[in-house]
């Protein structure tokens, strides 16, 4: 049973380009969340993704956006990159029918660097 | 809003010293409790959690309980081992109807332990 996957897993940038980076969700489910792990702190909830639908944002500014298909993975792209945007980008995955106390899989992240 | 404080680290142990992360944390609601383990190069995972007053959560040896009270759910593990060396997350669920599950993180801790 595949985890959750993303893609890339180590990525180098500099300041005003563009990045996407990709989630493929655990089996079975339907929901992806994405956060964002800068070097010593706890990960920050970005937003969240279900039924192709942003349902939940962070605040993050609108240079994040993501997108949701119908197999349910999932995109995270970053526009005009700054160089405090250098983080490790979580995505995690879960099954809406569990609501609150149902676990998130996490990803083992992809690393940007922004220079 | 929600939030999550937990002790600074690093902490540092000998193997089969006892283990106290403290964890406190401010929700408006009743939110779901839960530790995550980060050990080096790799993701995020589930160690234990608990959704309700009073639950203890266990799992490998360590166990929390969610205090109400005290707002509280501190990490303990009676004898550490050098395999448990990790970053260790506490983290809330925020559950919005209708826009599904957010995790707020503390900032970690780190553990070392030593032989």
């Known amino acids: 049973d595949a985890g959750v996957t993303q893609s890339p897993t180590h990525l180098i940038k500099t300041r005003g380009q563009q990045v996407t980076l990709r989630c493929s969700p655990k089996?079975?489910?339907?929901?992806v969340s994405w956060y964002q792990q800068a070097l010593g702190q706890g990960p920050q909830f970005i937003f969240q993704?279900?039924?192709?639908?942003?349902?939940q944002r962070g605040n993050f500014p609108d240079r994040f956006s993501g997108h949701q298909f119908p197999n349910y993975s999932s995109e995270l792209n970053v526009n005009a990159l700054l160089l405090g945007d250098s983080a490790l980008y979580l995505c995690?995955?879960?099954?809406?029918?569990?609501?609150?106390?149902?676990?998130?899989?996490f990803g083992e992240g992809s690393r940007l660097t922004v220079l | 809003g929600d939030s999550v404080t937990q002790m600074e680290g690093p902490v540092t142990l000998s193997e089969e010293a006892f283990l106290t992360i403290n964890c406190t944390y401010t929700?408006?609601?009743?939110?779901?409790l839960f530790w995550y383990v980060q050990y080096p190069g790799e993701g995020l995972q589930l160690l234990l959690k608990?959704?309700?007053?009073?639950d203890k959560g266990s799992n490998k040896g360590f166990e929390a309980t969610y205090r109400k009270e005290t707002t509280s759910f501190h990490l303990e593990k009676g004898s550490v081992q050098v395999s448990d060396s990790a970053v260790y997350f506490c983290?809330?669920?925020?559950?919005?109807?209708?826009?599904?599950?957010?995790?707020?993180f503390g900032t970690g801790t780190q553990l070392k332990v030593e032989l």
């Open positions: 608990a959704t309700k007053a009073d």
């Open positions: 983290a809330l669920s925020d559950w919005v109807t209708g826009g599904g599950n957010k995790l707020t």
């Open positions: 995690a995955s879960s099954l809406e029918s569990r609501g609150d106390t149902g676990e998130l899989f």
């Open positions: 929700a408006t609601g009743y939110p779901s």
């Open positions: 993704y279900y039924e192709e639908e942003e349902r």
């Open positions: 089996s079975g489910h339907d929901t």
